[in-house]
């Protein structure tokens, strides 16, 4: 301290003053702010007074009877509040030490708060250490408040009558500021914890799997909005549940999860949904070496198989516009198979072996709202009777000896959503088709080794190249079920009622298997085209597709026995008994190519598909003497 006995922030603090001009005989602050922008200030500043509030409630209250009050500023110096003896209140308003006025020393010139913010310390101002006269009755402690980063928010005031000035005023208002940032530093560290808390839960909430979280006595603890939303509970009864009453198998999936986490395992779970079967991971929470409970990831099964169904292609390809035919019969089939595309009705497709019916369930599928969804397509008749109510329906856990561990789900649950295909519908086990029926019905089934039904929305597309009707008749086919499937019937023409798309089918299947087995495309001579579509493919489609593949590997075309081609002239098959054994055929066929190519041996073994020599010995075994 100076010799004088002034303070040295006293003195800085004057020096500032007489460089600021302040006039001593200045009563009231230069600069207030009024109205709206006090109000905004105020607001700006809501944090500091809501949090010193109690703080200086209870500092008035300490010094009450003692004249004294107190005033709470932001870093600028402007009063926030006043609030203390309401005599010595109502004395400091002829002042206007009223919220809005500025207290620094600029404005006022030396004083506890506009001091105590220039010099970053707490302050005691008293009589003649104020720099104008006006304050000279007034004795005034002021610190500076500040924020957990050490910047100043603001200041706080205790002042009353000069009379009344103690080395201990400063302590309280010290003490009161240390709380008060205190207060506020732990004030945001609560507000960073609420809105990193709340962060969380809402990333918790958004994932779309439902997730809940189970401590290590199996209680459920905590779940997201999605969880509750699959497992239709809401989350005050959902998080009072032990796991042991939601997940039906909890201790044999806990036993899987003993040595691993688990992932994607499809299990049965009490829910309030007409969910069944979700699929779920499971991940451990570690603590110092123990397990102290778990996280479980649930994801809709359906969702799941649907992403397999695309992974494992399980997707219808083909589209009307793949289907080769400009016939009449073709583009009137089309025309109303497009029309029934949309519609939920089963269809029933009928047509000999290899006239494109699944390609036709593809296309309908494909042409459909359901085009996005699965297209699952099962040969009836190539499952063997005793699997194929689990190959349709699924089954649960220990339905059967060799079942898989917890189940498998069936087709018509994988095509949910989508269309399924029931090729060779006419193959169908004759005790299967109730539980076919009834699943047409009503639109539900039942896991093998199962109870409950799970709704499933599917729609049919069956095909045979059998008479269901005549099956019906000879008892090998339901007539309820038949009547069931035939609500939309479609007739694919045979090959030989649409011979004009023959020669589209050649140009076709040429550029596209040409190109897959990269091979040239051969020639083909009109007459070479006549014969192909005069011949009388009773294989269809399939047939030709298939011979024009020979055809493109061999690089000509293969005059097979079914008839003749050369030479201009052209030979049907001979018509056989019916009673008529294979060597007897065989002769026949060797004479009538024979008589056809007037007893020429190398046209007739050409066309026979065999070599000279060969044609000699079957000449010698059927004792067919050559005409001459």
């Given at each position: 301290?100076?010799?004088?006995?002034?303070?040295?922030?006293?003195?800085?603090?004057?020096?500032?003053?007489?460089?600021?001009?302040?006039?001593?005989?200045?009563?009231?602050?230069?600069?207030?702010?009024?109205?709206?922008?006090?109000?905004?200030?105020?607001?700006?500043?809501?944090?500091?007074?809501?949090?010193?509030?109690?703080?200086?409630?209870?500092?008035?209250?300490?010094?009450?009877?003692?004249?004294?009050?107190?005033?709470?500023?932001?870093?600028?110096?402007?009063?926030?509040?006043?609030?203390?003896?309401?005599?010595?209140?109502?004395?400091?308003?002829?002042?206007?030490?009223?919220?809005?006025?500025?207290?620094?020393?600029?404005?006022?010139?030396?004083?506890?708060?506009?001091?105590?913010?220039?010099?970053?310390?707490?302050?005691?101002?008293?009589?003649?250490?104020?720099?104008?006269?006006?304050?000279?009755?007034?004795?005034?402690?002021?610190?500076?408040?500040?924020?957990?980063?050490?910047?100043?928010?603001?200041?706080?005031?205790?002042?009353?009558?000069?009379?009344?000035?103690?080395?201990?005023?400063?302590?309280?208002?010290?003490?009161?500021?240390?709380?008060?940032?205190?207060?506020?530093?732990?004030?945001?560290?609560?507000?960073?914890?609420?809105?990193?808390?709340?962060?969380?839960?809402?990333?918790?909430?958004?994932i779309r799997e439902g997730i809940i979280y189970i401590d290590k006595g199996g209680n459920?603890?905590?779940?997201?909005?999605?969880?509750?939303?699959?497992?239709?509970?809401?989350?005050?009864?959902?998080?009072?549940?032990?796991?042991?009453?939601?997940?039906?198998?909890?201790?044999?999936?806990?036993?899987?999860?003993?040595?691993?986490?688990?992932?994607?395992?499809?299990?049965?779970?009490?829910?309030?949904?007409?969910?069944?079967?979700?699929?779920?991971?499971?991940?451990?929470?570690?603590?110092?070496?123990?397990?102290?409970?778990?996280?479980?990831?649930?994801?809709?099964?359906?969702?799941?198989?649907?992403?397999?169904?695309?992974?494992?292609?399980?997707?219808?390809?083909?589209?009307?516009?793949?289907?080769?035919?400009?016939?009449?019969?073709?583009?009137?089939?089309?025309?109303?198979?497009?029309?029934?595309?949309?519609?939920?009705?089963?269809?029933?497709?009928?047509?000999?072996?290899?006239?494109?019916?699944?390609?036709?369930?593809?296309?309908?599928?494909?042409?459909?709202?359901?085009?996005?969804?699965?297209?699952?397509?099962?040969?009836?008749?190539?499952?063997?009777?005793?699997?194929?109510?689990?190959?349709?329906?699924?089954?649960?856990?220990?339905?059967?000896?060799?079942?898989?561990?917890?189940?498998?789900?069936?087709?018509?649950?994988?095509?949910?959503?989508?269309?399924?295909?029931?090729?060779?519908?006419?193959?169908?086990?004759?005790?299967?088709?109730?539980?076919?029926?009834?699943?047409?019905?009503?639109?539900?089934?039942?896991?093998?080794?199962?109870?409950?039904?799970?709704?499933?929305?599917?729609?049919?597309?069956?095909?045979?190249?059998?008479?269901?009707?005549?099956?019906?008749?000879?008892?090998?086919?339901?007539?309820?079920?038949?009547?069931?499937?035939?609500?939309?019937?479609?007739?694919?023409?045979?090959?030989?009622?649409?011979?004009?798309?023959?020669?589209?089918l050649v140009d076709h299947f040429m550029h596209i298997i040409s190109k897959r087995i990269?091979?040239?495309?051969?020639?083909?001579?009109?007459?070479?085209?006549?014969?192909?579509?005069?011949?009388?493919?009773?294989?269809?489609?399939?047939?030709?597709?298939?011979?024009?593949?020979?055809?493109?590997?061999?690089?000509?075309?293969?005059?097979?026995?079914?008839?003749?081609?050369?030479q201009g002239c052209e030979v049907v098959l001979p018509e056989v008994d019916g009673s008529?054994?294979?060597?007897?055929?065989?002769?026949?066929?060797?004479?009538?190519?024979?008589?056809?190519?007037?007893?020429?041996?190398?046209?007739?073994?050409?066309?026979?598909?065999?070599?000279?020599?060969?044609?000699?010995?079957?000449?010698?075994?059927?004792?067919?003497?050559?005409?001459?």
């Amino acid at each position: 301290m100076p010799q004088d006995g002034i303070k040295p922030y006293i003195a800085t603090s004057h020096k500032r003053c007489r460089h600021y001009q302040i006039d001593e005989d200045r009563v009231i602050s230069k600069q207030f702010v009024r109205g709206h922008a006090l109000n905004q200030l105020l607001i700006d500043n809501s944090e500091l007074i809501m949090t010193a509030r109690p703080f200086i409630e209870q500092l008035v209250d300490f010094v009450r009877g003692s004249e004294f009050f107190a005033m709470l500023t932001d870093a600028e110096g402007c009063i926030l509040s006043v609030s203390g003896d309401e005599e010595i209140v109502k004395k400091s308003r002829s002042y206007e030490m009223i919220p809005g006025a500025y207290m620094s020393e600029m404005c006022i010139g030396t004083n506890a708060m506009g001091t105590a913010i220039a010099e970053d310390m707490p302050v005691q101002i008293s009589g003649k250490e104020h720099f104008i006269k006006a304050y000279h009755t007034w004795t005034c402690s002021g610190a500076p408040i500040h924020d957990e980063n050490g910047e100043i928010i603001g200041a706080l005031d205790l002042t009353g009558n000069l009379d009344a000035v103690h080395c201990h005023t400063l302590g309280m208002v010290v003490a009161a500021v240390k709380a008060i940032e205190s207060s506020i530093i732990l004030n945001r560290k609560n507000q960073l914890l609420k809105n990193s808390h709340a962060l969380v839960r809402s990333l918790f909430d958004s994932i779309r799997e439902g997730i809940i979280y189970i401590d290590k006595g199996g209680n459920i603890v905590s779940s997201n909005d999605q969880a509750c939303k699959l497992l239709g509970y809401n989350k005050n009864n959902l998080e009072s549940m032990r796991v042991q009453n939601l997940i039906e198998d909890w201790d044999s999936l806990c036993s899987m999860s003993i040595r691993s986490d688990i992932f994607n395992e499809e299990v049965r779970i009490h829910s309030n949904t007409n969910r069944l079967y979700f699929n779920v991971s499971l991940y451990r929470i570690h603590d110092q070496g123990s397990v102290q409970g778990c996280i479980l990831m649930l994801g809709d099964a359906k969702k799941v198989r649907k992403l397999a169904n695309k992974i494992l292609g399980r997707k219808a390809i083909y589209t009307f516009d793949q289907i080769i035919g400009a016939s009449r019969v073709m583009q009137e089939t089309i025309q109303f198979a497009k029309k029934v595309a949309d519609s939920k009705s089963t269809v029933l497709i009928t047509g000999e072996s290899g006239c494109g019916k699944e390609l036709f369930s593809q296309a309908i599928h494909n042409y459909s709202p359901r085009r996005d969804e699965p297209f699952v397509a099962i040969n009836s008749g190539a499952i063997p009777r005793t699997l194929i109510e689990s190959e349709l329906f699924g089954y649960d856990d220990g339905a059967f000896t060799g079942a898989k561990r917890g189940g498998q789900v069936g087709k018509f649950e994988i095509a949910d959503g989508g269309t399924i295909f029931l090729d060779e519908i006419g193959e169908m086990p004759l005790e299967m088709q109730p539980k076919l029926l009834r699943v047409i019905e009503e639109g539900t089934i039942v896991r093998v080794g199962g109870t409950d039904e799970v709704s499933v929305d599917v729609r049919i597309i069956a095909a045979t190249n059998k008479d269901l009707k005549a099956e019906v008749e000879k008892g090998n086919f339901r007539q309820d079920l038949y009547y069931r499937l035939n609500v939309i019937p479609i007739k694919l023409a045979p090959l030989s009622e649409r011979r004009e798309d023959i020669p589209l089918l050649v140009d076709h299947f040429m550029h596209i298997i040409s190109k897959r087995i990269n091979k040239k495309p051969i020639q083909i001579s009109d007459a070479d085209m006549q014969w192909l579509v005069n011949r009388p493919w009773q294989g269809n489609v399939r047939e030709l597709e298939n011979y024009i593949e020979l055809a493109i590997n061999k690089e000509k075309l293969e005059f097979d026995n079914g008839s003749a081609h050369g030479q201009g002239c052209e030979v049907v098959l001979p018509e056989v008994d019916g009673s008529s054994s294979l060597e007897e055929v065989e002769k026949k066929h060797i004479q009538h190519i024979l008589h056809s190519v007037s007893n020429n041996i190398t046209t007739a073994a050409r066309i026979l598909g065999i070599g000279r020599n060969t044609l000699y010995r079957k000449l010698e075994k059927h004792n067919i003497v050559l005409e001459k």
